[in-house]
């Protein structure tokens, strides 16, 4: 199964963009890029996923390297709230999930 | 919001007990999942099903056993817990879409004395 690689922790300021990367340079062409991400005491959630083309909904933007290898899931405005530990996951095409151990994301105020 | 329910929250039994965490669902979903994370690690499938009378055992190796009788109802047990057993239990549903979200419970931290 393909995995992914990402940094630890991350920090940033409130009110400013995030950048969160993502290594997955052994993916294949079938694998969706799903991101999730689990506040404290809480089971993850849900944030975006894409397959080639680049994502936009209401919580973040995915986006996608031509040659698939990486990805960045950008957070466009974070807030105090948006502190949680992002992963990001390989979805192969038997449905399962291979979870890393994700960064950690501090949001200083 | 998730309609997906996990009780208990939290649970601390001695060894040697029997105890069975509850996962429901409302939405409809054919698979579930368990996964098991311990602090600061990352989450392990340990059981997932496709739909009424499925069950099948994830990439992690567990004592617990599970069962899915009904489409929203995927119940796990541990017949006899131990300290080793300690860990927070994660379940998940997810549409028949293939690139289908997963809908995660709040979680059931356990603790075996």
């Known amino acids: 199964d393909a995995k992914t690689t990402q940094p630890n922790s991350m920090e940033s300021n409130e009110e400013e963009p995030v950048h969160l990367p993502c290594n997955h340079s052994?993916?294949?062409?079938?694998?969706?890029i799903h991101w999730y991400r689990q506040l404290p005491s809480q089971g993850p959630e849900y944030v975006i996923h894409g397959l080639t083309s680049n994502v936009n909904n209401r919580m973040a933007s995915l986006a996608i390297a031509e040659d698939r290898k990486s990805s960045t899931l950008i957070l466009h405005r974070a807030t105090l709230r948006d502190a949680a530990v992002y992963y990001c996951i390989l979805r192969a095409s038997n449905y399962q999930l291979i979870w890393g151990a994700g960064t950690k994301l501090i949001i200083k105020p | 919001e998730a309609d997906i329910y996990q009780t208990p929250r939290y649970l601390v039994i001695g060894t040697g007990k029997k105890i069975t965490l509850e996962c429901s669902q409302t939405?409809?979903?054919?698979?579930m999942y368990w996964y098991q994370q311990d602090p600061g690690m990352e989450l392990h499938l340990i059981h997932y099903s496709y739909g009424v009378n499925s069950t099948e055992k994830g990439d992690l190796s567990s004592e617990s056993t599970v069962s899915r009788i009904r489409t929203e109802h995927f119940p796990l047990t541990l017949e006899s817990a131990r300290p080793s057993h300690t860990s927070q239990y994660l379940c998940a549903s997810s549409d028949g879409r293939s690139t289908g979200e997963l809908f995660f419970g709040e979680g059931s931290r356990l603790t075996v004395l």
């Open positions: 939405m409809g979903h054919d698979k």
């Open positions: 052994t993916i294949s062409g079938t694998d969706y």
